[in-house]
Protein backbone atom coordinates (compact mmCIF):
# COMPACT_ATOMS: atom_id res chain seq x y z
CA UNK A 1 0.00 0.00 0.00
CA UNK A 2 1.19 3.70 -0.33
CA UNK A 3 0.60 4.52 3.08
CA UNK A 4 1.61 3.69 6.14
CA UNK A 5 -1.08 3.48 9.70
CA UNK A 6 0.49 3.16 13.15
CA UNK A 7 -2.21 3.31 15.99
CA UNK A 8 -0.49 4.53 19.31
CA UNK A 9 -1.39 3.50 22.67
CA UNK A 10 -3.84 5.51 23.78
CA UNK A 11 -5.70 5.34 20.59
CA UNK A 12 -4.36 8.25 18.14
CA UNK A 13 -4.08 6.87 14.54
CA UNK A 14 -1.15 8.01 12.61
CA UNK A 15 -1.52 7.83 8.53
CA UNK A 16 1.27 8.54 6.07
CA UNK A 17 2.75 8.46 3.06
CA UNK A 18 6.10 9.22 1.75
CA UNK A 19 5.87 11.45 -1.67
CA UNK A 20 9.40 11.92 -3.32
CA UNK A 21 8.46 14.37 -5.97
CA UNK A 22 7.62 17.40 -3.73
CA UNK A 23 9.57 19.47 -1.26
CA UNK A 24 6.79 20.16 0.68
CA UNK A 25 4.99 18.19 3.90
CA UNK A 26 1.16 18.23 4.37
CA UNK A 27 0.47 17.25 7.59
CA UNK A 28 -3.09 17.82 9.99
CA UNK A 29 -4.53 16.38 13.03
CA UNK A 30 -8.69 15.39 11.86
CA UNK A 31 -10.50 15.30 14.72
CA UNK A 32 -14.66 13.32 14.71
CA UNK A 33 -16.19 16.36 16.44
CA UNK A 34 -18.54 18.59 14.19
CA UNK A 35 -21.27 21.42 15.19
CA UNK A 36 -23.54 18.07 14.71
CA UNK A 37 -22.09 17.03 18.14
CA UNK A 38 -23.31 20.40 19.76
CA UNK A 39 -26.24 21.21 22.31
CA UNK A 40 -28.66 23.51 20.74
CA UNK A 41 -27.22 26.10 23.06
CA UNK A 42 -23.94 25.22 21.85
CA UNK A 43 -24.31 25.79 18.45
CA UNK A 44 -20.93 27.41 17.09
CA UNK A 45 -18.73 26.29 19.84
CA UNK A 46 -16.86 23.67 17.83
CA UNK A 47 -16.19 26.59 14.80
CA UNK A 48 -15.39 28.90 18.10
CA UNK A 49 -13.03 26.15 19.52
CA UNK A 50 -11.25 25.92 15.76
CA UNK A 51 -10.88 29.47 15.96
CA UNK A 52 -9.43 29.74 20.22
CA UNK A 53 -6.76 26.95 19.24
CA UNK A 54 -4.64 29.44 17.03
CA UNK A 55 -5.20 32.22 20.67
CA UNK A 56 -3.00 30.22 23.23
CA UNK A 57 -1.67 27.14 24.38
CA UNK A 58 0.43 26.50 27.82
CA UNK A 59 3.16 27.36 26.57
CA UNK A 60 2.71 29.84 23.27
CA UNK A 61 0.68 33.23 23.02
CA UNK A 62 -1.39 33.77 19.62
CA UNK A 63 1.50 35.70 18.11
CA UNK A 64 4.00 33.08 18.62
CA UNK A 65 1.26 30.54 17.07
CA UNK A 66 0.53 32.46 14.15
CA UNK A 67 4.46 33.38 13.27
CA UNK A 68 5.67 30.10 13.87
CA UNK A 69 5.49 28.60 10.48
CA UNK A 70 4.39 32.00 8.61
CA UNK A 71 7.70 32.87 9.31
CA UNK A 72 9.26 30.34 7.18
CA UNK A 73 6.97 29.98 4.64
CA UNK A 74 4.67 27.66 5.92
CA UNK A 75 0.88 27.80 6.52
CA UNK A 76 -0.93 27.16 9.58
CA UNK A 77 -4.99 26.55 9.17
CA UNK A 78 -8.27 24.87 9.84
CA UNK A 79 -11.43 24.37 9.72
CA UNK A 80 -14.88 22.72 10.98
CA UNK A 81 -17.63 20.88 9.55
CA UNK A 82 -20.26 19.14 10.47
CA UNK A 83 -18.94 16.28 11.55
CA UNK A 84 -15.00 17.25 11.54
CA UNK A 85 -12.50 19.54 13.08
CA UNK A 86 -9.13 19.66 11.25
CA UNK A 87 -5.75 21.60 11.93
CA UNK A 88 -3.14 21.18 9.47
CA UNK A 89 -0.03 23.19 8.05
CA UNK A 90 1.97 23.19 4.55
CA UNK A 91 5.97 23.32 5.25
CA UNK A 92 9.05 23.09 3.72
CA UNK A 93 10.80 19.02 4.36
CA UNK A 94 13.31 21.10 6.23
CA UNK A 95 10.50 22.22 8.89
CA UNK A 96 8.66 19.57 9.40
CA UNK A 97 9.90 19.40 13.01
CA UNK A 98 8.11 22.86 13.72
CA UNK A 99 4.81 22.05 11.72
CA UNK A 100 4.48 18.87 13.96
CA UNK A 101 5.27 20.74 17.16
CA UNK A 102 2.58 23.72 16.67
CA UNK A 103 0.10 21.01 15.92
CA UNK A 104 0.46 19.19 18.84
CA UNK A 105 0.33 22.23 20.72
CA UNK A 106 -2.55 23.68 19.35
CA UNK A 107 -4.69 20.52 19.09
CA UNK A 108 -4.41 19.18 22.61
CA UNK A 109 -3.12 22.07 24.68
CA UNK A 110 -4.82 25.14 23.98
CA UNK A 111 -5.79 27.48 26.82
CA UNK A 112 -8.57 29.66 25.72
CA UNK A 113 -7.39 32.78 27.39
CA UNK A 114 -10.53 35.33 28.48
CA UNK A 115 -9.17 37.58 26.94
CA UNK A 116 -8.99 36.44 23.27
CA UNK A 117 -12.32 34.77 23.76
CA UNK A 118 -13.71 38.24 23.94
CA UNK A 119 -11.58 39.62 20.87
CA UNK A 120 -12.02 36.23 18.58
CA UNK A 121 -16.11 36.65 19.59
CA UNK A 122 -16.08 39.88 17.38
CA UNK A 123 -14.45 38.08 14.60
CA UNK A 124 -16.71 35.79 14.49
CA UNK A 125 -19.74 38.13 14.52
CA UNK A 126 -17.90 39.73 11.00
CA UNK A 127 -17.78 36.31 9.62
CA UNK A 128 -21.23 35.87 9.91
CA UNK A 129 -22.49 39.44 8.59
CA UNK A 130 -20.01 38.45 5.70
CA UNK A 131 -21.72 35.28 4.95
CA UNK A 132 -25.46 36.79 5.11
CA UNK A 133 -24.39 39.30 2.98
CA UNK A 134 -23.45 36.04 0.72
CA UNK A 135 -26.74 34.70 -0.33
CA UNK A 136 -24.66 31.66 -2.26
CA UNK A 137 -23.48 30.97 1.31
CA UNK A 138 -26.30 31.84 3.19
CA UNK A 139 -28.77 29.74 1.37
CA UNK A 140 -26.82 26.95 1.57
CA UNK A 141 -26.91 27.14 5.38
CA UNK A 142 -30.70 27.70 5.69
CA UNK A 143 -30.98 24.72 3.28
CA UNK A 144 -29.19 22.75 5.63
CA UNK A 145 -31.80 23.46 8.06
CA UNK A 146 -35.03 22.72 6.32
CA UNK A 147 -33.52 19.47 5.44
CA UNK A 148 -32.71 18.81 9.54
CA UNK A 149 -35.46 20.81 11.26
CA UNK A 150 -34.52 20.63 15.22
CA UNK A 151 -31.43 18.65 14.55
CA UNK A 152 -27.47 19.53 14.62
CA UNK A 153 -26.69 18.79 11.42
CA UNK A 154 -29.36 21.54 10.40
CA UNK A 155 -27.33 23.98 12.98
CA UNK A 156 -25.08 27.16 11.17
CA UNK A 157 -21.33 25.87 11.95
CA UNK A 158 -21.19 29.45 12.92
CA UNK A 159 -23.78 29.48 15.19
CA UNK A 160 -25.97 32.17 16.01
CA UNK A 161 -24.81 35.36 17.58
CA UNK A 162 -26.86 35.15 21.00
CA UNK A 163 -25.02 31.26 21.12
CA UNK A 164 -21.39 33.11 20.55
CA UNK A 165 -22.07 36.23 22.48
CA UNK A 166 -22.52 33.82 25.43
CA UNK A 167 -19.54 31.70 25.36
CA UNK A 168 -17.30 31.78 28.06
CA UNK A 169 -13.68 29.71 29.03
CA UNK A 170 -15.46 26.56 30.52
CA UNK A 171 -17.62 26.12 28.06
CA UNK A 172 -14.86 25.27 25.36
CA UNK A 173 -12.95 23.05 28.50
CA UNK A 174 -16.17 21.34 29.00
CA UNK A 175 -16.83 20.49 24.89
CA UNK A 176 -13.21 19.33 24.81
CA UNK A 177 -13.50 16.95 28.14
CA UNK A 178 -16.76 16.02 26.62
CA UNK A 179 -16.00 15.27 22.88
CA UNK A 180 -12.29 14.73 22.72
CA UNK A 181 -11.82 11.02 22.96
CA UNK A 182 -7.90 9.74 21.73
CA UNK A 183 -9.76 6.91 19.59
CA UNK A 184 -11.71 9.64 16.94
CA UNK A 185 -8.10 11.20 16.44
CA UNK A 186 -6.24 10.75 13.17
CA UNK A 187 -2.49 12.34 12.30
CA UNK A 188 -2.35 12.28 8.76
CA UNK A 189 1.30 13.45 7.24
CA UNK A 190 1.44 13.65 3.35
CA UNK A 191 4.89 14.33 1.43
CA UNK A 192 8.72 14.08 1.37
CA UNK A 193 9.45 12.36 4.83
CA UNK A 194 9.88 8.72 5.26
CA UNK A 195 7.43 7.39 8.07
CA UNK A 196 10.56 6.59 10.55
CA UNK A 197 11.24 10.44 10.53
CA UNK A 198 7.34 10.79 10.75
CA UNK A 199 7.45 8.55 14.31
CA UNK A 200 9.96 10.07 15.65
CA UNK A 201 8.78 13.27 15.93
CA UNK A 202 5.30 12.33 16.57
CA UNK A 203 5.50 9.28 18.72
CA UNK A 204 7.16 11.48 21.56
CA UNK A 205 4.55 14.51 21.21
CA UNK A 206 1.40 12.34 21.70
CA UNK A 207 2.59 9.04 23.43
CA UNK A 208 2.11 11.51 27.05
CA UNK A 209 -1.68 12.20 26.22
CA UNK A 210 -4.22 10.10 28.40
CA UNK A 211 -5.63 7.73 26.24
CA UNK A 212 -9.61 8.85 26.74
CA UNK A 213 -12.69 7.54 25.04
CA UNK A 214 -16.14 9.42 24.20
CA UNK A 215 -19.64 7.46 25.31
CA UNK A 216 -21.54 9.96 23.34
CA UNK A 217 -23.20 9.24 20.89
CA UNK A 218 -24.74 11.19 17.97
CA UNK A 219 -28.18 12.27 17.76
CA UNK A 220 -30.17 10.44 14.63
CA UNK A 221 -32.03 12.36 12.94
CA UNK A 222 -35.67 13.21 13.05
CA UNK A 223 -37.46 12.16 10.04
CA UNK A 224 -38.28 13.97 6.85
CA UNK A 225 -40.97 15.83 5.52
CA UNK A 226 -40.80 18.29 2.47
CA UNK A 227 -40.53 22.10 2.94
CA UNK A 228 -41.50 24.68 0.61
CA UNK A 229 -39.82 28.00 2.35
CA UNK A 230 -39.44 31.73 0.71
CA UNK A 231 -37.53 34.93 2.38
CA UNK A 232 -37.11 37.90 1.23
CA UNK A 233 -33.61 39.19 1.09
CA UNK A 234 -31.73 42.51 -0.21
CA UNK A 235 -30.40 40.86 -2.84
CA UNK A 236 -31.34 41.89 -7.05
CA UNK A 237 -31.36 37.94 -8.10
CA UNK A 238 -33.36 34.90 -7.16
CA UNK A 239 -31.57 32.32 -5.20
CA UNK A 240 -32.84 28.73 -5.29
CA UNK A 241 -32.07 25.27 -3.70
CA UNK A 242 -33.59 22.04 -3.63
CA UNK A 243 -33.44 18.89 -2.65
CA UNK A 244 -34.14 15.66 0.34
CA UNK A 245 -32.08 13.64 2.11
CA UNK A 246 -29.63 10.89 0.72
CA UNK A 247 -27.71 7.94 1.59
CA UNK A 248 -24.86 7.91 4.05
CA UNK A 249 -21.38 7.39 3.68
CA UNK A 250 -21.42 3.75 4.71
CA UNK A 251 -24.37 3.04 2.11
CA UNK A 252 -23.22 0.88 -0.49
CA UNK A 253 -24.98 2.78 -2.98
CA UNK A 254 -22.60 6.15 -2.12
CA UNK A 255 -20.40 5.74 -5.48
CA UNK A 256 -23.14 5.15 -7.75
CA UNK A 257 -24.96 8.24 -6.62
CA UNK A 258 -21.39 10.70 -6.92
CA UNK A 259 -21.40 9.36 -10.54
CA UNK A 260 -24.90 10.44 -10.96
CA UNK A 261 -24.54 13.59 -9.35
CA UNK A 262 -21.27 14.53 -11.36
CA UNK A 263 -23.08 13.35 -14.46
CA UNK A 264 -26.39 15.57 -13.56
CA UNK A 265 -24.80 18.70 -12.29
CA UNK A 266 -20.52 18.59 -11.02
CA UNK A 267 -18.16 20.84 -11.72
CA UNK A 268 -17.47 19.84 -15.03
CA UNK A 269 -19.25 22.63 -17.58
CA UNK A 270 -20.92 19.92 -19.45
CA UNK A 271 -22.90 18.99 -17.00
CA UNK A 272 -26.27 18.02 -17.96
CA UNK A 273 -28.08 20.95 -15.57
CA UNK A 274 -25.14 23.95 -16.51
CA UNK A 275 -25.83 22.66 -20.30
CA UNK A 276 -29.13 23.57 -20.10
CA UNK A 277 -29.84 26.17 -17.82
CA UNK A 278 -26.76 28.21 -18.74
CA UNK A 279 -25.34 27.37 -22.17
CA UNK A 280 -28.72 26.79 -23.89
CA UNK A 281 -30.74 29.11 -22.26
CA UNK A 282 -28.62 31.42 -20.35
CA UNK A 283 -30.43 32.11 -17.44
CA UNK A 284 -27.72 31.59 -14.94
CA UNK A 285 -24.07 31.96 -14.28
CA UNK A 286 -23.25 29.14 -11.99
CA UNK A 287 -25.17 26.00 -11.41
CA UNK A 288 -24.25 23.00 -8.76
CA UNK A 289 -25.80 19.71 -8.20
CA UNK A 290 -23.46 18.64 -4.59
CA UNK A 291 -24.04 15.24 -2.60
CA UNK A 292 -23.09 15.56 0.86
CA UNK A 293 -23.01 12.16 2.70
CA UNK A 294 -22.44 12.12 6.87
CA UNK A 295 -21.89 9.12 8.64
CA UNK A 296 -25.52 8.04 9.17
CA UNK A 297 -27.44 10.04 6.76
CA UNK A 298 -26.57 12.70 3.85
CA UNK A 299 -28.68 14.99 1.27
CA UNK A 300 -28.48 16.09 -2.21
CA UNK A 301 -28.63 19.64 -2.90
CA UNK A 302 -29.15 21.53 -6.37
CA UNK A 303 -28.22 25.96 -5.96
CA UNK A 304 -28.55 28.32 -8.63
CA UNK A 305 -29.77 32.30 -8.78
CA UNK A 306 -31.37 33.98 -11.55
CA UNK A 307 -33.41 37.16 -12.74
CA UNK A 308 -36.49 36.88 -10.82
CA UNK A 309 -38.36 37.13 -14.16
CA UNK A 310 -36.81 34.02 -15.53
CA UNK A 311 -36.95 32.27 -11.84
CA UNK A 312 -40.28 30.14 -12.92
CA UNK A 313 -38.87 29.14 -16.58
CA UNK A 314 -35.20 27.93 -14.55
CA UNK A 315 -37.00 25.49 -12.22
CA UNK A 316 -39.04 24.07 -14.85
CA UNK A 317 -35.79 23.03 -16.87
CA UNK A 318 -33.75 22.24 -13.86
CA UNK A 319 -37.10 20.01 -12.78
CA UNK A 320 -36.86 18.68 -16.33
CA UNK A 321 -33.45 17.14 -16.48
CA UNK A 322 -34.35 15.78 -13.16
CA UNK A 323 -37.25 14.01 -14.83
CA UNK A 324 -34.91 12.97 -17.61
CA UNK A 325 -32.38 10.87 -15.30
CA UNK A 326 -35.17 9.17 -13.70
CA UNK A 327 -36.79 8.38 -16.88
CA UNK A 328 -34.31 7.80 -19.59
CA UNK A 329 -31.41 5.62 -19.56
CA UNK A 330 -27.68 6.56 -20.25
CA UNK A 331 -26.57 5.65 -23.39
CA UNK A 332 -23.52 3.76 -23.69
CA UNK A 333 -21.49 6.70 -24.96
CA UNK A 334 -23.07 9.22 -22.32
CA UNK A 335 -22.15 6.24 -19.52
CA UNK A 336 -18.88 5.73 -20.93
CA UNK A 337 -17.47 9.28 -20.77
CA UNK A 338 -20.11 10.10 -17.51
CA UNK A 339 -17.28 7.38 -15.67
CA UNK A 340 -14.44 8.94 -17.69
CA UNK A 341 -14.93 12.15 -16.77
CA UNK A 342 -15.25 11.49 -13.10
CA UNK A 343 -12.39 8.96 -12.85
CA UNK A 344 -10.15 12.16 -14.24
CA UNK A 345 -11.44 14.16 -11.63
CA UNK A 346 -10.59 12.03 -8.62
CA UNK A 347 -7.23 11.19 -10.35
CA UNK A 348 -6.17 15.15 -10.65
CA UNK A 349 -7.39 15.38 -6.83
CA UNK A 350 -5.15 13.02 -5.66
CA UNK A 351 -2.27 15.35 -7.06
CA UNK A 352 -3.15 17.84 -4.53
CA UNK A 353 -1.21 16.46 -1.27
CA UNK A 354 -2.81 18.37 1.17
CA UNK A 355 -7.00 17.35 0.51
CA UNK A 356 -5.10 14.06 0.04
CA UNK A 357 -3.60 13.90 3.65
CA UNK A 358 -7.12 15.35 5.37
CA UNK A 359 -8.82 12.72 2.84
CA UNK A 360 -7.00 9.43 4.89
CA UNK A 361 -7.83 11.37 8.32
CA UNK A 362 -11.36 11.66 7.48
CA UNK A 363 -11.49 8.06 5.60
CA UNK A 364 -9.49 6.37 8.64
CA UNK A 365 -12.20 7.57 11.43
CA UNK A 366 -15.47 7.51 9.16
CA UNK A 367 -14.68 4.08 7.94
CA UNK A 368 -11.95 2.51 9.66
CA UNK A 369 -9.64 2.21 6.65
CA UNK A 370 -8.90 3.99 3.57
CA UNK A 371 -9.90 2.97 0.15
CA UNK A 372 -8.18 2.80 -2.39
CA UNK A 373 -8.19 5.00 -5.93
CA UNK A 374 -7.82 1.82 -8.14
CA UNK A 375 -10.86 0.24 -6.33
CA UNK A 376 -12.90 2.94 -6.00
CA UNK A 377 -12.15 3.19 -9.81
CA UNK A 378 -13.14 -0.41 -10.24
CA UNK A 379 -16.49 0.07 -8.60
CA UNK A 380 -17.50 3.23 -10.56
CA UNK A 381 -16.60 1.09 -14.07
CA UNK A 382 -18.71 -1.61 -12.95
CA UNK A 383 -22.23 0.77 -12.95
CA UNK A 384 -24.64 -0.01 -14.95
CA UNK A 385 -27.31 2.10 -16.75
CA UNK A 386 -29.69 0.32 -15.02
CA UNK A 387 -28.13 0.99 -11.65
CA UNK A 388 -28.68 4.42 -12.09
CA UNK A 389 -31.58 4.60 -13.34
CA UNK A 390 -32.82 3.04 -10.82
CA UNK A 391 -30.94 5.11 -7.76
CA UNK A 392 -32.36 8.50 -9.67
CA UNK A 393 -35.46 6.75 -8.79
CA UNK A 394 -35.02 6.18 -5.86
CA UNK A 395 -32.79 9.12 -4.69
CA UNK A 396 -34.16 12.58 -7.26
CA UNK A 397 -37.79 12.19 -6.83
CA UNK A 398 -39.18 15.68 -6.70
CA UNK A 399 -42.09 15.02 -4.75
CA UNK A 400 -39.83 14.83 -2.00
CA UNK A 401 -37.69 17.50 -2.80
CA UNK A 402 -37.57 20.39 -0.51
CA UNK A 403 -37.78 24.06 -1.87
CA UNK A 404 -36.33 27.12 -0.49
CA UNK A 405 -36.03 30.44 -2.47
CA UNK A 406 -34.66 33.55 -1.95
CA UNK A 407 -36.30 36.64 -3.53
CA UNK A 408 -35.49 40.09 -3.53
CA UNK A 409 -37.15 42.76 -1.84
CA UNK A 410 -39.77 45.07 -3.20
Known amino acids: MPYQIKEL ?28 DETHEQQGLAHFWEHMAFKGTKKRKAFHIINRLDSVGGELNAYTTKEKICFYATVLQQHWDKAADLLCDITFHSTFPPKQIDKERQVILEEMAMYRDSPEDSLQDEFDALLFPDHSLGYNIL ?23 TSRIVCSV ?37 KTNILYKEITQVHCALGKPAPSLTDERRIKLFLLNNILGGPSMNSRLNMALREKHGLAYSIESIYQPFTDTGFIGIYYGTEEKTAAKARRIVLREIKKIREKKLGTMQLHMGKEQTIGQMAMAEENYSGLMLVYGKSLLDKGGIESLEDIFSKIRSCTAEDLLELANEVYDDEKFSFLTYLPKA
Open 159 to 181: GTEESVGNFGQEDFKAFVEKHMA
Open 190 to 226: VGNISFKKVLNRLEPLLENIPAKQSFTERKSTNGYQP
Open 9 to 36: ANGIRIVHQEVNSTRLVHCGFVLDIGSR
